[in-house]
């Protein structure tokens, strides 16, 4: 195959019949399936020392599904699809950013003299006002 034909079937893979598929239709109800499609190629050619000549190439194509458009008479409707791997990337990645936070609160709160000797400090403050009120 060479580059012509490889960037053709790029162009027949990324069409827009890919994004939409084919609509279901169900009593009164048409359903339209969408997809996210992204892709990418390359190619080249050249003659090595000895003047043979020779093109290569290559192209990936990524589809993965987004929701569908529900038609019900004169209503349309948007269903997204869940993507349960994305929601928990999502959730780890909060849960691990709330962690650093919160570790940097009580660090922060940590510096300077420890609890117990703001209380002790406190404590004879307290103790040395009722002595002069006294």
Known sequence: ??????????????????????????GDRTVVPVAKVYGSAGGGGGKNARGDD???????????????????????RWIPAVDPVRIMAVAGLTSVGMLVAIGRIVRSANVGPSRSARAAALLRAAAKARAARR
Do not use: K
């Open 1 to 26: 195959m060479n580059v012509d034909e490889m960037m053709q079937g790029v162009r027949d893979a990324l069409t827009v019949r890919r994004v939409f598929g084919e609509p279901i239709e169900r």
């Open 54 to 76: 020779g093109e290569g190439g290559g192209f990936a194509v990524h589809a993965r599904p987004v929701g569908v458009y529900v038609v019900t008479g004169s209503q349309v």
